[in-house]
Nanobody
Framework: QVRLVDSGGGLVQAGGSLRLSCVAS????????MGWFRQAPGKEREFVAA????????SYADSVKGRFTISRDNAKNTAVLQMNSLKPEDTAVYYC????????????????WGQGTQVTVSS
């Protein structure tokens, strides 16, 4: 069983930055594809970014391209989402997710989920 603990959310002004972390346990981290999703009040959970097991393949939602960076450190069992130039519309609960299979941007492909961390961006 894979356990994910995500952290790093908070309140920040528009234009600011936050760094989210996700620590995984229960399985060899390099065997997991990782993703970040977010869910704003009243909206569906949506894809933000994904990174392959080796870290060589990455994709982003169009809404965050050029502002967010996903990375991973397989030695530390950690995935990171660096968020810069934050906007009020980035306000949401952010979830990390793990997939034993292929790297994917589809929510339904992810089996394991973190508990979520709140990100609030004020204008």
């Amino acid at each position: 069983q894979v356990r994910l603990v995500d952290s790093g959310g908070g309140l920040v002004q528009a234009g600011g930055s936050l760094r989210l972390s996700c620590v995984a346990s229960g399985r060899t981290f390099s065997s997991l594809s990782m993703g970040w999703f977010r869910q704003a009040p009243g909206k569906e959970r949506e894809f933000v970014a994904a990174i392959s097991k080796s870290g060589t393949t990455i994709s982003y939602a169009d809404s965050v391209k050029g502002r967010f960076t996903i990375s991973r450190d397989n030695a530390k069992n950690t995935a990171v989402l660096q968020m810069n130039s934050l906007k009020p519309e980035d306000t949401a609960v952010y979830y990390c997710a793990a997939n034993i299979g292929i790297y994917s941007a589809r929510r339904s492909d992810y089996v394991y989920w973190g508990q979520g961390t709140q990100v609030t961006v004020s204008s």
